[in-house]
């Protein structure tokens, strides 16, 4: 059986809600990958081509600095990684975590929430960043799935 790691970005509150009823459905560890600086609802503006997102978001080179490096990736076989679509991807700060671990040999898994769009480019980008992981598309998880739900869709996976 495989360890196990659910990890996750949240700017407001929505992927981290669904990432913890993930762990907690399938007994896993959670880890929350937290920003150097935190998002504020001015920085999250996408209508605005200046907001930090915005900006960030425009440069594919875009790496905003983590709050610390404690996830214990390594002691893990499988990794989900969640976090909000912006922009038909994931958020800078996901291409920060993805090479600041050595994932090679690691299995990952992209679950995500969003307001309306697929992953987009998440997973191409992604594998870029760990080309040495078996990444693998996994699910939108808007609204609010069950234990249930969760726990059949993992248990799905054969992970």
């Avoid at 989900?80 to 922009?87: D, K």
């Avoid at 992209?110 to 594998?127: C, D, I």
Wanted: aromatic fraction near 10%.
């Amino acid at each position: 059986m495989s360890k196990k790691l659910v990890a996750y970005f949240s700017a407001s509150g929505v992927t981290a809600k669904v990432a913890k009823n993930l762990a907690g459905a399938v007994g896993v560890d959670l880890y929350e990958i937290r920003p150097e600086t935190l998002y504020t609802d001015a920085d999250l503006n996408w209508k605005d081509k200046t907001s930090r997102s915005s900006v960030e978001m425009q440069s594919t080179d875009s790496r905003p600095a983590l709050a610390d490096k404690d996830a214990d990736v390594a002691g893990h076989d499988v990794v989900f990684v969640g976090f909000p679509i912006w922009w038909y991807t994931a958020p800078a700060i996901i291409r920060t975590f993805m090479e600041s671990y050595d994932f090679a040999g690691k299995k990952v898994i992209l679950f995500a929430t969003s307001g309306g769009s697929g992953f987009g480019k998440a997973v191409e980008q992604l594998k870029a960043c760990a080309p040495k992981a078996e990444i693998h598309e996994g699910k939108i998880l808007n609204g609010n799935p069950s234990a249930k739900e969760l726990a059949d869709w993992v248990s799905g996976l054969g992970v």
